[in-house]
């Protein structure tokens, strides 16, 4: 599956964002979705994963009440709203294709099999 994240932006502190990515192929439904980012310097860090069925979702302890993922599998679509951003979300975010993470598995990149590009988002105090 070929992913395709788009949405990233400038921001100011406590404005939102609503990243999206696009997947490719008529098997986005048997995939578990997550979201990662990477600051400069820094490695890749969980921010949010979805359940193929978009009934489980898992978040790191940074976004929970601030960021909520969801999908949309007639469109082969991930999501993901971010309210209330601050300086410390500035990065590029990722997301990523699991076929069988579950539970806190689903929090290790080294779970996915596919990533999409990445799109920059920078908030600014």
């Known amino acids: 599956v070929q992913l395709q994240a788009s949405g990233g932006g400038l921001v100011q502190a406590g404005g939102y964002l609503r990243l999206s990515c696009a997947a490719s192929?008529?098997?986005?439904?048997?995939?578990?979705m997550g979201w990662f980012h990477q600051a400069p310097g820094e490695e890749r860090e969980f921010v949010a994963a979805?359940?193929?069925?978009?009934?489980?979702?898992y978040y790191a302890d940074s976004v929970k009440g601030r960021f909520t993922i969801s999908r949309d599998n007639a469109k082969n679509t991930v999501y993901l709203q971010m309210n209330s951003l601050n300086p410390e979300d500035t990065a590029v975010y990722y997301c990523?294709?699991?076929?069988?993470?579950?539970?806190?598995?689903?929090?290790?990149?080294?779970?996915?099999?596919?990533w999409g590009q990445g799109t920059q988002v920078t908030v600014s105090s």
């Open positions: 192929g008529r098997t986005f439904s048997r995939y578990n």
């Open positions: 979805i359940h193929r069925s978009g009934g489980v979702t």
């Open positions: 990523a294709a699991s076929q069988g993470c579950s539970g806190y598995g689903c929090y290790g990149a080294y779970n996915y099999n596919y």
